[in-house]
């Protein structure tokens, strides 16, 4: 597989992040989180069901939920790695690529934050 598509809102929930990230922590966080969130999107747009990846029925068919933290191993840079981080991608598979529907933070309650009609687009 190896694409994915980002929708409006997720492309937006990753700006706020990258923004927030730079003002809490610097540049060199922000792009520490950067790498992080591209290597979770190659991840998951290789194989979209891969260990530790969840299916979550409750957010709609075919949607599933992977927590960055699956990802911090293989996203290293020159200055560190992500100690803890705190997002899940929320996805499914359309049309034979990944589709991103939001970049949520982990302490969320996620169906809040899922306007299923809107989610994909």
């Not at 927030?20 to 998951?44: C, H, N, P, S």
């Not at 293989?74 to 991103?100: C, S």
Request: aromatic letters at 6%; glycine letters at 6%; charged letters at 30%.
């Amino acid at each position: 597989m190896g694409r994915y598509r980002l929708s409006t809102t997720a492309q937006a929930d990753l700006i706020d992040i990258l923004a927030w990230t730079q003002r809490q922590f610097g540049e060199a966080a922000r792009k520490r989180y950067e790498t992080l969130l591209v290597t979770a999107l190659r991840d998951i747009s290789s194989q979209p069901d891969r260990s530790g990846s969840v299916e979550r029925p409750e957010l709609g068919d075919g949607v599933r939920s992977w927590h960055l933290h699956l990802s911090r191993d293989r996203a290293r840079t020159a200055t560190g790695i992500v100690r803890r981080p705190r997002h899940f991608l929320i996805y499914r598979v359309e049309d034979d690529q990944v589709v991103v529907g939001r970049v949520l933070h982990d302490a969320m309650e996620l169906a809040r934050h899922l306007d299923a009609e809107a989610l994909w687009k």
